[in-house]
């Protein structure tokens, strides 16, 4: 389609050929402004992957809405998480533009059309006054996906930075885990790895182990040797803001210190997806 309007306008010859008609227009005058002396056409390329943001944000905003769903937000959402359990529908805040996806999935085309949409445009911001409180329910918040977890390298302080895309794009090995998916789940992981016996396990029981915390989709040879997986998680580890950390740590702590078993639930982030936009847009708004 972007090509058969180049193809009648922009045909590369001089105002003097005399081999064609209506010669002499460059091609990025295609979408220029007809007071500025182009045609006025819609950039197709954009406007299409604009769409497809649409349609991502209808997604995020009526899958995680309470009561009965649209059929195709259900069918989508139901499709996502079979997939891997971390494709949440806010894990397209942060989604590559370009799979794979979450656990280096692939996704179908129509699908993932949607699923990077949101990868074009610069990455979202807390914009409600005041910030975001942080506190115990980051134990459960989304590892992978989660457009408000910040870089390691801001305080906190209201000038985060975010990841943009997310963290399932630096570290796709522990991404394709299906049980470490969560704040509490790193923690957990880490002081296991850090502070536990794993570094004792023999080879069949590390296997076992790593099934029983991580789950990962595939079993690499990166996740067999145990030195490579500790090294994988200190470094995703070292990458969380510490104010993060150290809220969800708050309950793990006393999660141990009590001994008692409490229902695992990723937090439902409805009103965290409501705080965020594109602070540009607004700005020209």
Not at 5 to 11: A, C, L, Q, T
């Amino acid at each position: 389609m972007a090509d058969s309007p180049s193809g009648n306008w922009d045909r590369k010859l001089g105002p003097e050929d005399q081999g064609q008609r209506l010669t002499g227009l460059p091609n990025r005058l295609l979408v220029g402004h007809p007071s500025a002396g182009g045609i006025g056409l819609l950039p197709l390329k954009q406007h299409t992957q604009a769409r497809h943001a649409v349609w991502a944000m209808r997604f995020i905003q009526g899958a995680m809405e309470t009561g009965d769903l649209h059929t195709w937000l259900h069918t989508l959402a139901t499709y996502l998480e079979l997939t891997h359990p971390a494709l949440q529908p806010w894990a397209l805040t942060t989604a590559k533009a370009a799979g794979p996806w979450i656990g280096e999935e692939n996704l179908p085309e129509d699908i993932s059309r949607i699923v990077g949409a949101l990868g074009y445009l610069p990455p979202l911001e807390d914009i409600c006054d005041p910030s975001l409180t942080l506190g115990d329910w980051c134990w459960a918040a989304a590892l992978w996906g989660n457009p408000l977890l910040p870089n390691n390298n801001t305080g906190g302080n209201g000038n985060n930075t975010y990841w943009h895309p997310g963290l399932e794009a630096h570290h796709t090995m522990l991404a394709s885990c299906k049980k470490l998916l969560t704040m509490g789940d790193l923690v957990r992981v880490y002081d296991m790895m850090e502070y536990g016996q794993v570094t004792n396990l023999q080879d069949a029981e590390w296997i076992e182990w790593t099934h029983q915390h991580l789950d990962p989709s595939t079993m690499p040879t990166r996740q067999r040797d145990k030195e490579a997986a500790r090294t994988a998680i200190v470094a995703l580890y070292a990458e969380i803001n510490p104010i993060w950390l150290k809220a969800a740590w708050s309950v793990e702590t006393r999660r141990q210190e009590d001994d008692r078993q409490q229902q695992e639930q990723r937090v439902h982030l409805l009103p965290v997806v409501c705080r965020i936009a594109w602070r540009r847009c607004i700005e020209v708004i």
